[in-house]
């Protein structure tokens, strides 16, 4: 019988741990989120952040900024907040507009402070095998949930679709770090299907490609990272859940998988960079 990763009460069991964890502190920790421009689905991202980060006992703090700012303005603020020991976690919001280099500001946030991990310093320690002051968000979520679940990592063979340095490349380190045997797919991938077939534990975060039961092995576990609407408006992810669901062992489902996780991540986070900094 399959299994389905709850996430969502995953999230509300790690955050009541958060809660209960900063009931014993003077202080409060401080999450900064930078938020350019006006995009409806950052703004909802961010609110839900900061709702989610006030229940906890976080001050939570939204800095906005119009579409057209200028690089430099936003630099400064970032260095600003650096070195402002009031701030514990800065989080800038993507995407951001096309004339602000994403690297540049992501570089600028202080490694103690990137409550993202994305810095070149975290990523860098995360690729050396080391520990950085923090995981990603998304791709700690997902070995949390792995792990949630008992799902052996060591000697499994996991297959990622899709690249990116949110998810991707980061999980990929950390599923290596814990011994598993490792395959990146993309879109330049050939045999898609030959490959995914193969995979003991397959994540998909390509957002909006259908991974469908003819693309598994039996009894894999299957964790979707993707989400979109579809033609009917509906939330979905990248794999065909219901036809997906009978040939898994495990499978997330979207919504209330890996999103809910996420979050839990960055709480998650927040309150670490805050206790490494006491």
Request: proline content about 5%; glycine content about 6%.
């Amino acid at each position: 019988m399959t299994v389905i990763l709850d996430g969502k009460s995953l999230r509300n069991k790690i955050l009541e741990e958060l809660k209960t964890k900063l009931e014993k502190y003077n202080k409060k920790p401080t999450l900064v989120v930078i938020l350019v421009g006006d995009n409806p689905a950052s703004k909802i991202y961010v609110n839900n952040k900061k709702k989610t980060a006030e229940n906890l006992g976080i001050n939570s703090i939204i800095i906005e900024y119009p579409e057209n700012v200028e690089e430099n303005v936003l630099l400064k603020k970032i260095e600003d907040l650096n070195n402002d020991d009031n701030v514990t976690a800065i989080l800038v919001q993507l995407p951001l507009p096309k004339h602000i280099d994403k690297s540049k500001v992501i570089n600028t946030i202080s490694p103690q402070k990137d409550v993202d991990g994305f810095t070149p310093y975290n990523f860098g320690r995360l690729f050396e095998g080391e520990e950085p002051y923090v995981y990603p968000c998304t791709p700690k979520g997902i070995i949390r949930l792995l792990d949630e679940y008992n799902i052996k990592i060591a000697g499994q063979h996991a297959v990622i679709v899709g690249r990116s340095n949110i998810v991707g490349k980061p999980l990929s380190q950390m599923l290596l770090n814990r011994n598993a045997t490792v395959t990146i797919c993309h879109s330049h991938t050939k045999n898609l299907a030959e490959i995914t077939k193969t995979a003991d534990i397959l994540i998909s975060a390509v957002g909006g490609k259908i991974i469908g039961k003819n693309m598994l092995k039996q009894n894999s576990v299957v964790i979707d990272v993707g989400i979109f609407k579809d033609e009917n408006g509906k939330t979905r992810g990248d794999i065909d859940f219901e036809n997906v669901a009978p040939v898994a062992s495990y499978i997330s489902p979207v919504p209330g998988g890996v999103g809910p996780m996420t979050i839990a991540m960055l709480m998650s986070n927040t309150v670490e960079l805050f206790e490494k900094n006491l």
